[in-house]
């Protein structure tokens, strides 16, 4: 449970103290920035040149999910609307969660695919 709070809250997987962006997600001109170690117990976030490349294919996942979750919405509760309705309002939404998506598709490649897990039955 400790570790689904962190890797949520953006803290290190390793103290899960320290924060791992350096800005809040809303600073929308910053929000992708991360720190390159720990500020707590100085782990180094990305073990290897390109290692959160991977998280591409879990925004991907997301935005996908989130895509079809909204479609389904919106043809079972707005009786099907046209299509320049879905493709607004689709958009929009892919468009103000972007900054989340991003953030908790590099968590969730830290924490599954790094070598520095605190414990391995979390």
Same mark, same amino acid.
């Given at each position: 449970m400790k570790a689904l709070l962190s890797l949520?809250?953006?803290k290190c997987p390793k103290c899960r103290s320290g924060n791992v962006f350096t800005h809040k997600f809303y600073n929308l001109l910053s929000f992708d920035k991360m720190n390159i *170690? /720990?500020?707590? /117990?100085?782990?180094?976030f990305e073990q290897e040149t390109g *290692?959160?490349?991977?998280?591409m294919y879990f925004n991907y996942a997301l935005t996908t999910g989130f895509t079809i979750i909204v479609s389904l919405i919106l043809y079972k509760f707005f009786n099907d609307p046209p299509l320049e309705i879905y493709a607004i309002i689709i958009i929009g939404t892919i468009l103000l969660l972007t900054p989340l998506l991003l953030r908790f598709s590099r968590m969730l490649m830290i924490y599954l695919f790094s070598p520095y897990r605190k414990y391995r039955g979390e």
């Open positions: 949520l809250s953006g *170690f /720990c500020p707590i /117990c100085n782990v180094k *290692f959160l490349w991977g998280a």
